[in-house]
Every structure is written in C-alpha cells, then in structure tokens.
C-alpha cells in the first residue's frame, strides 16, 4: 500500500494476458508484482489467431500485452469501423525488443498501474506503447 496525503491507497490488481511473443520472466515479473496473468499457450492453441486473443482480452477484461503491435492495431481499427465506438481491448504494445521487455515493464509498472486506477470502472480500453526510449499513454 500506497501513502499519499495522509490516505492509504490500494495497489490495483491487474489482470493481464501474455500474447505468444512475450517472455515468460515478463509473466513472472507481473505476478511478483501481485498481479494476475494468463499466458496464452497455457489456455489457447498457439496458433491462435490474433482476433480471437483480442475478443477473449475484451470478454475477460485482461489487459493484452504483445509484441504484435501492429495486427492488434489493425484489429482495433477493424472493431471502431464495425461498431461505431472505440475499442475496449485494453493492450500494452511491447515496441522494444522482446529481451528488453521485462525490464520496461519494471520501469513503467507504476505509471501502468495509475494509469489503470484512473480508468476506473470505466469500459473504454487502455492503450500503451513502451519502446526501447518512452511509454506512451494513449488516450
């Protein structure tokens, strides 16, 4: 817990889904962290395609992080087209190497948890993209 202006405030749990192209110490790391995290091979075929990781992401409120940045994109795009409304696949797009990841992921965990915090209970998604020099928040 968090001391800020006398208050404690509680560190959000985080429910997250490991596309294939990330690292298992990025998993490991997240759930060190007191997060959850679902890797896709342990519950989907590994072939999987992209669409249906992003439906299950939308239907189970995980939080996608991939390597994959631009077929995620494309099927965002696709949905806002096919729906009228912005997306509500929330995503962290991994624009580093994926050897670099982990120790992104250490660096921006806590402006990703605020960053989740002030969504609330919300629907709309989160998007962020972390690359080998910034995070950005995408709003």
Not at 38 to 54: F, G, H
Not at 94 to 122: A, V, Y
Request: net charge positive; with cysteine.
């Amino acid at each position: 817990m968090a001391v800020r202006g006398g208050l404690t405030a509680k560190k959000p749990c985080i429910s997250f889904f490991t596309d294939n192209d990330v690292e298992d110490c990025v998993a490991d790391f997240l759930k060190d962290s007191g997060h959850s995290v679902v890797m896709l091979r342990d519950v989907m075929p590994s072939n999987s395609a992209d669409k249906v990781v992003a439906i299950n992401c939308r239907q189970h409120s995980l939080v996608l992080i991939t390597h994959n940045v631009k077929h995620f994109k494309a099927i965002s795009k696709q949905y806002e087209a096919k729906h009228g409304k912005v997306d509500i696949l929330s995503r962290i797009e991994m624009e580093c190497h994926q050897s670099m990841s982990k120790k992104r992921l250490e660096e921006f965990l806590p402006f990703i948890e605020l960053e989740w915090t002030k969504r609330g209970k919300k629907k709309a998604g989160m998007r962020i993209s972390i690359d080998r020099t910034m995070m950005r928040i995408h709003r």
